[in-house]
């Protein structure tokens, strides 16, 4: 009944860009990439995979590789971010990001979606029963959220590098 929660692989995105509901290609070395998570990562039993391309293109690899399924879960996606989708982190608004440090929770400054929204629908995601090994090919905020919930790692502070993943017993 284990969970394993792994973040996509590198998308075509400059580093330091705002990026969560924007659908993104994969960078040039996907196929390299998802080859080598599929050879070390552990046997599933299942696949639920964000509906965002970056992960379903990973998640369907992996499927066939292993004659799985990808089921598409929409609790699974990134953060919307709102106005500040496909802008540079450093050129946002100060105003902006100091709300959303006052109240990290409920702030919704760029207008898109509150991380109490995220970890809502991320809790209604992990209540749900699961048998076997599960999958989810998800994002960093979806992972982040996870942790903070389960009270694992660092919480909201936890940091997967691309194509990496965390199991969760």
């Known amino acids: 009944m284990a969970l394993i929660l792994l973040r996509h692989t ?33 046997a599933i039993d299942r696949i639920l995979t964000s509906p965002l391309s970056r992960c379903r293109r990973l998640a369907a690899h992996l499927a066939e590789r292993r004659g799985l399924a990808a089921a598409v879960d929409p ?27 006052a109240d990290f929770d409920h702030a919704r400054p760029h207008g898109g979606e509150s991380v109490a929204t995220l970890a809502a629908r991320v809790s209604a995601a992990l209540a749900e029963p699961r048998g076997g090994r599960m999958l989810w090919v998800t994002h960093s905020g979806v992972i982040r959220a996870a942790c903070a919930i389960l009270g694992l790692r660092e919480g909201w502070d936890t940091r997967l590098g691309f194509g990496h993943w965390l199991e969760i017993p």
């Open 10 to 42: 590198r998308p075509a995105v400059a580093d330091g860009v705002c990026y969560g509901v924007t659908d993104l290609d994969l960078a040039g070395d996907f196929a390299d990439a998802a080859a080598g998570i599929d050879a070390a990562l552990p």
């Open 75 to 101: 609790r699974l996606a990134e953060m919307d971010f709102g106005g500040w989708e496909g802008l540079p982190w450093s050129g946002l608004p100060r105003d902006e990001i100091d709300a959303w440090a």
